[in-house]
């Protein structure tokens, strides 16, 4: 090759290079939006948690738990690992049953919850397939969507849109997990940790479509900055088998917290022994 074809060769890399760096400052700076599509119109009965005890062994979880879910608000469920709080959600999807208590659903409720496992979740499609199901078009929210530009609200972008399931990060399948279960137009979200592991874009895009979602949603997190954000209830897991239940964000409760309990720090969880 010339020395003339090879500048010209090399000039054009240059080029195509500086076009990919472009697009993907452009890329960047574009904001990222999630949509949560709406569900039924909700009644002033939500979820109900009528003196609910719960053990896992000889050890209580909870004994005597009552809440109601408000329909337009934002409930952030905290406490350490293993009190529970994954199994409130299996028992409000029926998944598992109370020792003691019940759950009153309202009838307009309708429900959107994956479970945390991806257990139904077959690691051989690709993210794109799991989402859509394979369809070039969604129905959510009473309009057409491209499924595509649905999927690249959750930061994957058309490439990342082929990878396997199996292949996916703690982060990357947190945005499948939330994909899949924000399209299922309910009208209660039951979000498991959705925060973990995932980009600073895709954080904010969710706090912006939980604040503009019309119906009630419920999340677990250890992010209490993100709860302190969002929230408008806070239902805390605070050892020794009892949970509180509190109006109000989370820097509130806190303070509550310290009036009820003392300036004391996180401690390792204590159950009550079960009896009887």
Same mark, same amino acid.
């Given at each position: 090759?010339?020395?003339?074809?090879?500048?010209?060769?090399?000039? +054009?890399?240059?080029?195509?290079?500086?076009?990919?760096?472009?697009?993907? @400052?452009?890329?960047?700076? *574009?904001?990222?939006?999630?949509?949560?599509? =709406?569900?039924?119109?909700?009644?002033? =009965?939500?979820?109900?948690?009528?003196?609910? @005890?719960?053990?896992?062994?000889?050890?209580?979880?909870?004994?005597?738990? =009552?809440?109601?879910?408000?329909?337009?608000?934002?409930?952030?469920?905290?406490?350490?690992?293993?009190?529970?709080?994954?199994?409130?959600?299996?028992?409000?999807?029926?998944?598992?049953?109370?020792?003691?208590?019940?759950? !009153?659903?309202?009838?307009?409720?309708?429900?959107?919850?994956?479970?945390?496992?991806?257990?139904?979740?077959?690691?051989? !499609?690709?993210?794109?397939?799991?989402?859509?199901?394979?369809? *070039?078009?969604?129905?959510?929210?009473?309009?057409?969507?491209? @499924?595509?530009?649905?999927?690249?609200? #959750?930061?994957?972008?058309?490439?990342?849109?082929?990878?396997?399931?199996?292949?996916?990060?703690?982060?990357?399948?947190?945005?499948?997990?939330?994909?899949?279960?924000?399209?299922?137009?309910?009208?209660?979200?039951?979000?498991?940790?959705?925060?973990?592991?995932?980009?600073? =874009?895709?954080?904010?895009?969710?706090?912006?479509?939980?604040?503009?979602?019309?119906?009630?949603?419920?999340?677990?997190?250890?992010?209490?900055?993100?709860?302190?954000?969002?929230?408008?209830?806070?239902? +805390? #897991?605070?050892?020794? @088998?009892?949970?509180?239940?509190?109006?109000?964000?989370?820097?509130?409760?806190?303070?509550?917290? !310290?009036?009820?309990?003392?300036?004391?720090?996180?401690?390792?969880?204590?159950?009550?022994?079960?009896?009887?």
């Amino acid at each position: 090759m010339s020395p003339k074809a090879r500048q010209a060769k090399s000039k +054009a890399r240059l080029s195509a290079y500086d076009k990919l760096l472009n697009e993907d @400052s452009k890329q960047k700076d *574009e904001k990222l939006e999630i949509f949560i599509p =709406n569900g039924p119109r909700l009644g002033t =009965n939500v979820i109900d948690s009528i003196d609910v @005890s719960k053990a896992f062994g000889d050890k209580l979880l909870y004994e005597g738990l =009552n809440f109601s879910l408000p329909p337009n608000g934002i409930v952030g469920i905290i406490g350490p690992n293993g009190a529970g709080k994954t199994t409130l959600f299996r028992m409000i999807m029926d998944l598992e049953k109370p020792d003691k208590g019940e759950f !009153k659903v309202g009838e307009t409720v309708k429900v959107a919850y994956v479970d945390q496992q991806h257990q139904d979740i077959d690691p051989t !499609k690709t993210v794109w397939e799991t989402i859509t199901d394979g369809l *070039e078009e969604m129905e959510l929210g009473g309009r057409r969507l491209n @499924s595509r530009a649905y999927v690249s609200r #959750f930061n994957f972008g058309g490439g990342e849109q082929g990878k396997k399931v199996e292949m996916l990060s703690g982060g990357e399948r947190n945005r499948l997990h939330l994909a899949m279960t924000l399209k299922q137009e309910a009208n209660v979200l039951l979000l498991d940790e959705p925060t973990n592991d995932i980009d600073v =874009n895709t954080l904010r895009a969710l706090e912006e479509g939980l604040d503009s979602f019309a119906g009630c949603a419920v999340i677990i997190s250890h992010d209490r900055w993100f709860l302190d954000r969002i929230c408008t209830h806070i239902l +805390a #897991f605070e050892g020794d @088998s009892t949970v509180y239940y509190f109006e109000g964000g989370y820097s509130d409760y806190e303070e509550n917290r !310290k009036k009820r309990l003392g300036d004391t720090g996180p401690k390792r969880i204590r159950y009550r022994k079960l009896v009887g």
